[in-house]
């Protein structure tokens, strides 16, 4: 399998991909309702045999040449990560840590106020370790639904929620939603890196925008990804939130953006015969 970059090259992509760890999918698709390009970026880097890389970031909206930040945050990962020439371990996480600050610098180089956020994944024989920067989010759960990993976004509606200030429903409507304080091209940004996760046979890791986040409610997220072939699964959230934002129902999240979506199923270990 080869790099899958998405750059925001095409108004819809959807693209399923199975490696020698697991399945993997991803879809991408421009705000509809805005004459302006797809400022997400995504990226799919396998390292090795036994190792890869996903990536979500989001060019900050409002500021110029946001997608040009999330390009260049994805881009300059993908490359610090291709130098260690498929070594991993310690070598694969100083790469992402090496690769995620010299993002935030050339971003900041720009000199144009844009930014990005980030959720990175590095995946690898049974494990996940999540990187993230902002509000772009890393979950996991199993085939039964059960909840076993999600990134706080770096924003204080994240940070009502975490300490349980807010409900989830309430955190949806609130006027300060997408107010965000982490974000890769700020002089004082932060990578918050979770510790390694062991993934069992069959768990689903998802990255997305929020574009995703803004539009559904965790347990609607987790019921539309925990089984089933994944690239139903994909394909059925996706028009899913692409419903939810064309449509305001009240008490449902509606807010049109654009979203990107990836997803990591673990298939179990073959079993070998005896020789």
């Known amino acids: 399998m080869h790099d899958r970059m998405y750059l925001g090259d095409h108004d819809e992509e959807l693209d399923v991909f199975t490696t020698g760890l697991g399945q993997v999918a991803a879809a991408t698709i421009g705000d509809r309702q ?21 990536i979500v970031a989001d060019g900050v909206g409002g500021m110029s040449e946001a ?15 291709k130098r260690i ?58 085939q039964r639904g059960r909840l076993k990993l999600t990134t706080t976004p770096h924003s ?50 998802l990255l997305a925008s929020d574009g995703l986040t803004d539009n559904l ?8 990804i925990r089984s089933g072939p994944l690239e139903t699964r994909v394909c059925g959230l996706t028009e899913l939130v692409q419903g939810r934002m064309a449509c305001h129902d009240q008490g449902k999240p509606s807010k049109p953006d654009d979203y990107t979506v990836i997803l990591f199923r673990r298939q179990a270990p073959r079993l070998r015969g005896k020789s």
Request: charged fraction near 20%; proline fraction near 4%.
């Open 67 to 81: 997608r040009r930040a999330s390009n260049l945050t994805v881009e300059t990962v993908r490359e610090a990560v």
């Open 156 to 205: 204080p509606i994240g940070f009502a929620m975490e300490a349980g200030l807010l409900d989830e429903s309430e955190a949806l409507q609130h006027v300060d939603l997408n107010v965000i304080f982490n974000v890769v091209g700020s002089a004082d940004m932060r990578i918050e890196i979770g510790s390694e996760l062991p993934l069992a046979p069959y768990d689903t890791l």
């Open 85 to 142: 020439g498929g070594s991993t371990g310690s070598k694969l996480r100083m790469a992402i840590l090496d690769g995620i600050e010299a993002a935030n610098r050339k971003v900041l180089e720009l000199g144009t106020g844009s930014a990005s956020t980030l959720a990175l994944a590095e995946v690898g024989p049974a494990y996940v370790r999540t990187y993230h920067v902002g509000d772009s989010i890393a979950l996991v759960c199993g």
């Open 217 to 224: 409610l965790q347990e609607e997220i987790i019921h539309m």
């Open 34 to 54: 805005k004459n302006a390009p797809n400022e997400d970026s995504a990226a799919i880097i396998p390292v090795d045999e036994d190792h890869l890389v996903l």
